[in-house]
């Protein structure tokens, strides 16, 4: 086992290194350069030069590549310049990350509490109305978009009906103390029930916009894996040496259809990422997916290389946790 979380983290190191020479030539490759981007039409030969001097882009090309991972090693990316301008971009992320990673964590726990068990239920009684039903929502999933769902969502529960708030995290008028940014967390942590249910409501329109997708791939994905095991020759000699269905379901079927769903699941956990940009918007939820798009729309490169880096750390974290998995789950697998 330990040979094997070695090679994953060897891996995971190689993808890193990988990823900040492409974000490194990125930032290069735009037109006119950083430069011209953060100058816009104000540039001049002075100007130019002045900036040039100060970001190092004025040194050799290898130079400024180790000064890029130097200083992003230590947390520095540099000053925002249009999201919270003035405040250090890495401030930026870590003001922010909690509201993206509760929301995601949310969307991912209502997918898989719903998707495995419809998943699972489908595939037994494959052809009935259950799975029918369950295959056309799961293509309804798919195929509405995720700013459009959560709109219509909005629209319905929050502005029509009432039901729920329609924006933000918590109300206003709240005074709740924050201990880790994760508003939810932070009122079970000091026993603000009030303030935690309040952060629980404010969540639910958008993590259940935000997990239609998740659910609509985790569903379709444990489907196909417990059809697919289920007609194995060592689960029909289960049922052929007279062992219980609970033991056949749980020990046999269970148990080997979980890799593909593990599988899918860590890669779903990056597309939720990619996902709460759009429904932070509609929601008006301060996190990293409205960094993003404000980054974009004022071109605040500091934290959007920030984002970028940190985003794609917790996504190869989270594919070593599913490796790691891989191998609890199937001891075959260390020794490859």
């Given at each position: 086992?330990?040979?094997?979380?070695?090679?994953?983290?060897?891996?995971?190191?190689?993808?890193?290194?990988?990823?900040?020479?492409?974000?490194?030539?990125?930032?290069?490759?735009?037109?006119?350069?950083?430069?011209?981007?953060?100058?816009?039409?104000?540039?001049?030969?002075?100007?130019?030069?002045?900036?040039?001097?100060?970001?190092?882009?004025?040194?050799?090309?290898?130079?400024?590549?180790?000064?890029?991972?130097?200083?992003?090693?230590?947390?520095?990316?540099?000053?925002?310049?249009?999201?919270?301008?003035?405040?250090?971009?890495?401030?930026?992320?870590?003001?922010?990350?909690?509201?993206?990673?509760?929301?995601?964590?949310?969307?991912?726990?209502?997918?898989?509490?719903?998707?495995?068990?419809?998943?699972?239920?489908?595939?037994?009684?494959?052809?009935?109305?259950?799975?029918?039903?369950?295959?056309?929502?799961?293509?309804?999933?798919?195929?509405?978009?995720?700013?459009?769902?959560?709109?219509?969502?909005?629209?319905?529960?929050?502005?029509?009906?009432?039901?729920?708030?329609?924006?933000?995290?918590?109300?206003?008028?709240?005074?709740?103390?924050?201990?880790?940014?994760?508003?939810?967390?932070?009122?079970?942590?000091?026993?603000?029930?009030?303030?935690?249910?309040?952060?629980?409501?404010?969540?639910?329109?958008?993590?259940?916009?935000?997990?239609?997708?998740?659910?609509?791939?985790?569903?379709?994905?444990?489907?196909?894996?417990?059809?697919?095991?289920?007609?194995?020759?060592?689960?029909?000699?289960?049922?052929?040496?007279?062992?219980t269905g609970m033991v056949i379901r749980r020990r046999h079927v269970l148990h080997n259809a979980m890799l593909p769903v593990v599988t899918t699941i860590g890669l779903q956990t990056g597309a939720l990422l990619a996902g709460a940009i759009l429904t932070e918007?509609?929601?008006?939820?301060?996190?990293?997916?409205?960094?993003?798009?404000?980054?974009?729309?004022?071109?605040?490169?500091?934290?959007?290389?920030?984002?970028?880096?940190?985003?794609?750390?917790?996504?190869?974290?989270?594919?070593?946790?599913?490796?790691?998995?891989?191998?609890?789950?199937?001891?075959?697998?260390?020794?490859?």
């Amino acid at each position: 086992m330990l040979r094997y979380t070695v090679r994953r983290l060897a891996q995971m190191v190689l993808v890193v290194f990988a990823l900040s020479i492409l974000l490194f030539a990125w930032l290069r490759s735009l037109p006119g350069g950083p430069v011209s981007a953060l100058l816009g039409d104000r540039a001049t030969p002075e100007s130019r030069a002045a900036l040039e001097a100060q970001l190092g882009l004025d040194r050799p090309i290898l130079v400024q590549y180790w000064s890029f991972v130097s200083r992003a090693v230590t947390g520095d990316f540099g000053t925002s310049t249009g999201v919270q301008r003035g405040t250090p971009a890495l401030e930026v992320f870590l003001q922010r990350f909690p509201a993206t990673l509760e929301l995601s964590i949310m969307a991912l726990l209502l997918a898989v509490a719903f998707a495995i068990p419809v998943g699972y239920l489908a595939a037994r009684r494959r052809g009935g109305w259950l799975d029918n039903v369950s295959i056309v929502w799961s293509l309804v999933g798919v195929a509405v978009p995720v700013f459009f769902l959560a709109f219509l969502l909005k629209y319905v529960f929050a502005v029509e009906l009432g039901w729920l708030p329609a924006s933000g995290r918590q109300d206003t008028g709240i005074d709740a103390t924050r201990v880790t940014g994760f508003f939810m967390l932070d009122g079970v942590l000091t026993r603000e029930w009030d303030a935690a249910w309040n952060a629980f409501v404010h969540l639910l329109l958008p993590a259940v916009a935000l997990s239609t997708i998740p659910f609509a791939v985790i569903f379709r994905i444990t489907r196909a894996a417990v059809l697919d095991v289920m007609d194995e020759d060592y689960v029909r000699t289960a049922r052929a040496k007279g062992l219980t269905g609970m033991v056949i379901r749980r020990r046999h079927v269970l148990h080997n259809a979980m890799l593909p769903v593990v599988t899918t699941i860590g890669l779903q956990t990056g597309a939720l990422l990619a996902g709460a940009i759009l429904t932070e918007r509609v929601f008006n939820i301060s996190g990293i997916g409205q960094a993003v798009a404000l980054g974009f729309e004022r071109k605040d490169f500091p934290v959007l290389q920030v984002v970028i880096v940190s985003a794609a750390m917790v996504y190869v974290l989270v594919n070593l946790v599913v490796d790691l998995s891989y191998a609890l789950i199937d001891p075959r697998l260390r020794t490859r």
